[in-house]
C-alpha cells in the first residue's frame, strides 16, 4: 500500500540535488514582485475505480516538487534546477491537487478551481476520455496542461494550442516495435504484419482505429506486407486470443490492448503462437501485462524498469521515491515526476509566472537525454504538442522480468526468443 507521508532520508535530500542545477538565469537579487511561491495543479482520481494511477501520480508529482524546493549541496549530475531553493529567485513550488474521479464530467469544475487556487500551470495523469476533455477546458482557460500518459496520436488533430504530451506518442510506438522486427527479421521471418484487436468505443475505440492505421502505413512504408483488414486476429468476443488460421511463420503480430482483458486475450494469442509468430502488444493498457500469468507477449511503452536500474539518474530518483514513499517507483509516478519536472522547468524559464507567460515556455522548452529519468532522447514539443524526442521502449519478459529488446543501444538482450 501507498504511504502518502514524505519523510525523505538525509542522504536522499543530499541526491536530490541532482535535480539542482541552473538553468535560470540566478544571481540577480529577487525583486519586490516576486512571489514567495507559485503553484502547480494536479489532475488525478483519487478515488474511484483508478485511485491507485491518482495516489502513484501524486507521489511521483510531490517527490519532484520537494526537490526543487529543497536546498541542498550541488552533485555533479546533469539535471536542471537549482542550485538553491525553488525557482530563480527564491520562488518555491506548491502543488495543489483536483480529483478527476476519472469522469470527464468531473474537470471542468476541478480545472477552474485549480485555477481559481492560483495554478500557473496544469498536469494531468488519467484516462484517455478524461485527458480530452481537460484539453479542451485547459485551451479554454488559456492556461499550459502537461499531460503524463497520453499516447493517442488523435489529440494532434485538435489543434489545442497548449495541450503537451510527454509520452512517445502511438505511431512513434508503432515505429519502436518495426525497428526491432527489422533488427530480427531473416529470409524466412517477419514478411508480413498481422494486427489483433479487440472492438472499444468511444475515445479508447479512436485511438484504436488511429493505430491500425499507423500498423498498416509504417509497416509498408518499411517493406512489410500487411494483412487486410478483414484478417484481424481479435481481442475481445468468444474468440478472443484465438489466431485461427489468420496467423503464419512469416508473420508477427502487433496486439492493440485498450483494457486489461484485451490485454490478457493478447498473452494467450502468445502463447498459441509460441514458436510461431511474435505477439507485441501496444496501446494504452499494456502495463497490464504485468498483471496476467506467465506473460509472453511483448510490449512497448515509455518507461522501462530495466532502464531505470541502469540509468544513473533515474537510480537516484527511484532510490528517492523508494526512501520517501516505502514502495518502488512506479510508472505512473515516474510520468507524474517527468510531467512536474517539465512544467517547473518552464516556470523557471518563463518571463513571470503568469498563465500565457508559461505556456510560451512549455512550448519553447528543449530537455537534453541527460536531463530526464526516462528512456527517451528527452523533451521537446511540435507545434501539435507532441514530444518529439520520446521513443518507444520494446520488452521482452524473462524469469527476472523485462529485458529491452529495443532500441538497440538500451538493449540487454539483442536476439528474440519465440
Same mark, same amino acid.
Given at each position: 500500500?501507498?504511504?502518502? %507521508?514524505?519523510?525523505?532520508?538525509?542522504?536522499?535530500?543530499?541526491?536530490?540535488?541532482?535535480?539542482?542545477?541552473?538553468?535560470?538565469?540566478?544571481?540577480?537579487?529577487?525583486?519586490?514582485?516576486?512571489?514567495?511561491?507559485?503553484?502547480?495543479?494536479?489532475?488525478?482520481?483519487?478515488?474511484?475505480?483508478?485511485?491507485?494511477?491518482?495516489?502513484?501520480?501524486?507521489?511521483?508529482?510531490?517527490?519532484?516538487?520537494?526537490?526543487?524546493?529543497?536546498?541542498?549541496?550541488?552533485?555533479?549530475?546533469?539535471?536542471?534546477?537549482?542550485? $538553491?531553493?525553488?525557482?530563480? @529567485?527564491?520562488?518555491?513550488?506548491?502543488?495543489?491537487?483536483?480529483?478527476?474521479?476519472?469522469?470527464?464530467?468531473?474537470?471542468?469544475?476541478?480545472?477552474?478551481?485549480?485555477?481559481?487556487?492560483?495554478?500557473?500551470?496544469?498536469?494531468?495523469?488519467?484516462?484517455?476520455?478524461?485527458?480530452?476533455?481537460?484539453?479542451?477546458?485547459?485551451?479554454?482557460?488559456?492556461?499550459?496542461?502537461?499531460?503524463?500518459?497520453?499516447?493517442?496520436?488523435?489529440?494532434?488533430?485538435?489543434?489545442?494550442?497548449?495541450?503537451?504530451?510527454?509520452?512517445?506518442?502511438?505511431?512513434?510506438?508503432?515505429?519502436?516495435?518495426?525497428?526491432?522486427?527489422?533488427?530480427?527479421?531473416?529470409?524466412?521471418?517477419?514478411?508480413?504484419?498481422?494486427?489483433?484487436?479487440?472492438?472499444?468505443?468511444?475515445?479508447?475505440?479512436?485511438?484504436?482505429?488511429?493505430?491500425?492505421?499507423?500498423?498498416?502505413?509504417?509497416?509498408?512504408?518499411? %517493406?512489410?506486407?500487411?494483412?487486410?483488414?478483414?484478417?484481424?486476429?481479435?481481442?475481445?468476443?468468444?474468440?478472443?486470443?484465438?489466431?485461427?488460421?489468420?496467423? $503464419?511463420?512469416?508473420?508477427?503480430?502487433?496486439?492493440?490492448?485498450?483494457?486489461?482483458?484485451?490485454?490478457?486475450?493478447? @498473452?494467450?494469442?502468445?502463447?498459441?503462437?509460441?514458436?510461431?509468430?511474435?505477439?507485441?502488444?501496444? %496501446?494504452?493498457?499494456?502495463?497490464?501485462?504485468?498483471?496476467?500469468? @506467465?506473460?509472453?507477449?511483448?510490449?512497448?511503452?515509455?518507461?522501462?524498469?530495466?532502464?531505470?536500474?541502469?540509468?544513473?539518474?533515474?537510480?537516484?530518483?527511484?532510490?528517492?521515491?523508494?526512501?520517501?514513499?516505502?514502495?518502488?517507483?512506479?510508472?505512473?509516478?515516474?510520468?507524474?515526476?517527468?510531467?512536474?519536472?517539465?512544467?517547473?522547468?518552464?516556470?523557471?524559464?518563463?518571463?513571470?509566472?503568469?498563465?500565457?507567460?508559461?505556456?510560451?515556455?512549455?512550448?519553447?522548452?528543449?530537455?537534453?537525454?541527460?536531463?530526464?529519468?526516462?528512456?527517451?532522447?528527452?523533451?521537446?514539443?511540435? $507545434?501539435?504538442?507532441?514530444?518529439?524526442?520520446?521513443?518507444?521502449?520494446?520488452?521482452?519478459?524473462?524469469?527476472?522480468?523485462?529485458?529491452?529488446?529495443?532500441?538497440?543501444?538500451?538493449?540487454?538482450?539483442?536476439?528474440?526468443?519465440?
Amino acid at each position: 500500500m501507498l504511504n502518502r %507521508g514524505f519523510r525523505p532520508a538525509a542522504t536522499a535530500l543530499v541526491l536530490a540535488s541532482a535535480l539542482l542545477m541552473s538553468a535560470c538565469t540566478g544571481g540577480d537579487k529577487p525583486a519586490a514582485t516576486t512571489p514567495a511561491t507559485v503553484a502547480i495543479g494536479l489532475l488525478v482520481p483519487t478515488s474511484g475505480a483508478n485511485a491507485q494511477i491518482g495516489q502513484q501520480a501524486t507521489l511521483g508529482a510531490r517527490l519532484a516538487i520537494e526537490l526543487v524546493n529543497r536546498d541542498v549541496p550541488a552533485q555533479p549530475l546533469p539535471l536542471p534546477l537549482g542550485p $538553491g531553493a525553488g525557482l530563480r @529567485n527564491g520562488t518555491k513550488l506548491t502543488l495543489i491537487s483536483g480529483n478527476t474521479e476519472s469522469a470527464p464530467e468531473k474537470v471542468d469544475k476541478e480545472a477552474n478551481r485549480l485555477v481559481h487556487d492560483g495554478a500557473a500551470g496544469l498536469i494531468v495523469a488519467d484516462t484517455i476520455d478524461v485527458a480530452l476533455t481537460t484539453g479542451r477546458v485547459t485551451d479554454f482557460l488559456g492556461i499550459a496542461l502537461v499531460d503524463a500518459m497520453s499516447t493517442s496520436d488523435t489529440f494532434g488533430e485538435l489543434n489545442r494550442v497548449g495541450h503537451f504530451r510527454i509520452q512517445p506518442s502511438d505511431r512513434r510506438m508503432v515505429s519502436a516495435a518495426l525497428d526491432m522486427l527489422y533488427r530480427q527479421r531473416d529470409t524466412d521471418r517477419f514478411r508480413r504484419i498481422v494486427t489483433a484487436a479487440g472492438t472499444p468505443s468511444g475515445p479508447l475505440g479512436d485511438e484504436a482505429t488511429s493505430l491500425k492505421n499507423s500498423i498498416e502505413d509504417l509497416s509498408q512504408a518499411a %517493406g512489410y506486407a500487411v494483412a487486410g483488414k478483414d484478417h484481424v486476429v481479435p481481442l475481445s468476443g468468444a474468440d478472443a486470443g484465438e489466431p485461427g488460421n489468420l496467423v $503464419g511463420k512469416e508473420d508477427a503480430v502487433l496486439a492493440i490492448v485498450t483494457s486489461a482483458a484485451e490485454a490478457s486475450a493478447a @498473452n494467450d494469442l502468445a502463447v498459441r503462437l509460441k514458436g510461431t509468430a511474435p505477439v507485441i502488444a501496444i %496501446g494504452p493498457a499494456v502495463t497490464a501485462l504485468d498483471q496476467v500469468k @506467465n506473460p509472453t507477449a511483448l510490449r512497448v511503452s515509455g518507461w522501462s524498469n530495466e532502464f531505470a536500474a541502469r540509468n544513473p539518474i533515474a537510480q537516484v530518483i527511484g532510490a528517492m521515491y523508494e526512501q520517501a514513499f516505502h514502495t518502488k517507483l512506479t510508472e505512473v509516478a515516474a510520468d507524474a515526476f517527468m510531467a512536474t519536472l517539465v512544467m517547473a522547468m518552464a516556470m523557471d524559464q518563463s518571463t513571470d509566472y503568469s498563465k500565457q507567460s508559461v505556456r510560451n515556455a512549455v512550448q519553447a522548452l528543449t530537455l537534453p537525454v541527460t536531463q530526464t529519468i526516462m528512456p527517451w532522447n528527452g523533451v521537446r514539443f511540435d $507545434g501539435n504538442g507532441v514530444n518529439q524526442l520520446a521513443a518507444g521502449v520494446v520488452e521482452q519478459r524473462s524469469q527476472n522480468g523485462y529485458l529491452i529488446v529495443q532500441p538497440a543501444e538500451l538493449a540487454t538482450n539483442s536476439s528474440l526468443s519465440l
